[in-house]
């Protein structure tokens, strides 16, 4: 259990974090999504103990960030969004160093080091040198080193960002199977559809404040109150237009001529939509498809920091 | 047991270290200056024939030459070891993750001084065989060998410190590099320079107090404390403990002037590793 309470950093008089509170429940994979500086790394560096927030505290399985740092980082593998290697070292000697900095035996590290590095595909790349890997690869050895002490939860900072598609399917996937094992998964990223795929939860932070946080679904839903319908008709446009325009929950009319296509705003619930599809089609209104424009999380994020930036 | 002392950052550091080509060349280039600095001296006094005579006497003088120029090498290079340990761990950024282990500060602190240590002393040692051409000449004590590594090691560990306390508080490599060096020239050279000027002050008359009428006139216990803390000054007085006596009688002190050494650097390295050790993770209240 990760919380999160009154969390406020302030850098001079800039705020980057701003009275933050959350809770985020064992084995949940959530993820942080919020715009360049709007306080997203500020939260993962407070929680992996690189930094003491102005004011507030934050609790991972109950113990304090700022009073028991040392305990924490017996239960956090964090992997931040720009972080280097050593020149000179090799992939498994890169993760012995680490478990070794993580007290586990030798003997275990042996054990442990051939399965991480199976884990994130790079078995191969066991003797390779760490300086020598590409991106993905990196990206895929710090993963597997903020695992080798068997964190409960994981802080993935940007662990996605400038690797090409393939590199961006294979993180993907491991993070998949990450969840499956049960960790506690905080992850940011810009890359929005990858989130709503993999997370359990999103939270949208701006200007370091919490503007939502919830299931991906029910904060989808949030925003599809006012959903948006593209209606194409065979011909018969005016007509239709005339249909819409009477209907007490439609509003914001436009029409797409060369497209014989109308598109409105929708405040009716489902089975509103039914019935006036149904009477549509009653009227000899030629309708061939009916659409709801569905909202992804850009959208969901755009919408939600917009009113802020407002 | 194995697992309490072990030092993870000391073992990737002396892997490290041990596996880049700068520093073989590194060790190369230093004992290729020593060797020629040695084989010239040798030249020299048997006057180039490889015939001629080399007293013990001129022996030990090689000794004394060869120590001091290994001490200019060491307090040179020492700097350039130390004063990145931290910094350029930052600039590649590698430091942020090491601070998220569950190693301690003191741990990874202790970890990178040691490393530069064990290279120093490697150096040290790889420059023995040198030495061993003074004794094949005599007129040097192993006493006096001993000493003056003794010494060195102070020197190294103390230095070594300095740099590691720059390079945990200034973000660039670079900027710990010049202020290590400062601080270096400062206690070589600068408290050598304060030796003198104190000296020639306490000469002026009505400067200082006197002694009785006849006697030299003492300098006060700041100019004997700068003599004490400089690095060559020691060494000579190791090499030449009528050197010791004379500043004695000069400053009135009859105090061992390596034991205000051994002390000031003693209290140098606490000091300058309790900084670091604090400030390695500045950015956290408990800075553990």
Not at chain 1, 84 to 104: N, P, T
Not at chain 2, 5 to 10: D, E, G, I, K, M
Not at chain 2, 217 to 222: A, D, E, G, L, V
Request: glycine letters at 8%; one cysteine or more.
């Amino acid at each position: 259990m990760i919380e999160i309470k009154g969390l406020t950093k302030k850098y001079g008089s800039f705020v980057a974090l701003d009275h933050f509170e959350l809770s985020i429940g064992d084995g949940v994979v959530c993820g942080f999504v919020g715009a360049n500086g709007a306080g997203k790394s500020t939260i993962f560096s407070i929680l992996a103990t690189l930094l003491s927030p102005t004011a507030g505290d934050a609790t991972i399985h109950g113990k304090s960030v700022t009073r028991d740092p040392a305990e924490i980082r017996k239960v956090i593998g964090y992997m931040p969004d720009f972080f280097g290697v050593y020149d000179q070292l090799k992939a498994d000697e890169y993760l012995d160093f680490y478990g070794a900095s993580y007290g586990i035996p030798a003997e275990k590290r042996k054990v442990l080091i051939p399965e991480l590095l199976e884990l994130v595909n790079l078995t191969d790349k066991r003797y390779e040198y760490v300086d020598l890997l590409s991106r993905g690869m990196k990206q895929r050895l710090c993963l597997a080193r903020s695992l080798i002490h068997d964190p409960k939860v994981l802080i993935l900072d940007e662990p996605a960002s400038g690797l090409d598609p393939r590199a961006r399917v294979e993180m993907r996937d491991i993070l998949k199977h990450l969840k499956s094992m049960g960790k506690t998964i905080l992850i940011s990223s810009h890359i929005l559809p990858e989130l709503s795929e993999m997370c359990d939860e999103i939270v949208v932070i701006d200007r370091g404040k919490l503007i939502a946080h919830g299931h991906v679904e029910s904060i989808q839903a949030q925003l599809q109150g006012d959903k948006r319908i593209k209606v194409k008709v065979v011909d018969q446009l005016d007509a239709a237009r005339a249909f819409f325009e009477e209907d007490p929950f439609i509003s914001g009319i436009e029409l797409q001529e060369d497209k014989k296509e109308i598109s409105f705003t929708y405040k009716g619930s489902d089975e509103e939509q039914v019935e006036l599809l149904r009477k549509a089609l009653l009227s000899n209104i030629p309708v061939y498809s009916l659409n709801v424009e569905e909202k992804d999380l850009e959208d969901v994020f755009m919408a939600i920091t917009k009113g802020a930036y407002e | 047991m194995h697992q309490r002392f072990s030092n993870p950052v000391l073992m990737k550091e002396l892997k490290l270290r041990f596996r880049a080509f700068k520093s073989f060349s590194g060790l190369m280039f230093y004992l290729i200056l020593l060797f020629i600095f040695v084989g010239g001296f040798l030249s020299v006094y048997t006057q180039f024939t490889g015939t001629g005579f080399f007293r013990p006497s001129e022996s030990f003088i090689m000794f004394s030459v060869i120590s001091v120029l290994q001490m200019a090498l060491v307090m040179f290079i020492t700097p350039g070891l130390t004063a990145g340990a931290i910094s350029s761990e930052r600039e590649k950024q590698t430091l942020n993750i090491l601070l998220t282990t569950t190693q301690s500060s003191t741990q990874i602190i202790i970890g990178k001084l040691l490393s530069s240590i064990a290279f120093l002393i490697l150096l040290l040692i790889a420059g023995l065989p040198l030495y061993s051409i003074v004794f094949l000449f005599g007129g040097v004590s192993p006493t006096q060998l001993i000493t003056i590594f003794l010494f060195y090691l102070l020197t190294v560990i103390a230095i070594g410190s300095i740099g590691i306390m720059f390079s945990t508080i200034t973000k660039k490599t670079i900027v710990s590099m010049i202020a290590t060096y400062g601080a270096m020239i400062f206690l070589g050279a600068v408290t050598a320079f304060f030796f003198f000027v104190g000296f020639s002050l306490d000469r002026i008359p009505g400067g200082m107090p006197t002694t009785p009428i006849g006697g030299p006139t003492p300098s006060s216990p700041i100019t004997f404390f700068w003599a004490a803390i400089n690095p060559g000054a020691l060494m000579l007085t190791i090499l030449f403990p009528e050197m010791g006596n004379e500043l004695a009688n000069l400053t009135n002190i009859s105090f061992p002037n390596w034991i205000v050494y051994l002390i000031f650097y003693s209290l140098i390295t606490v000091i300058c590793l309790f900084i670091a050790i604090r400030k390695l993770r500045a950015n956290m209240r408990h800075n553990r």
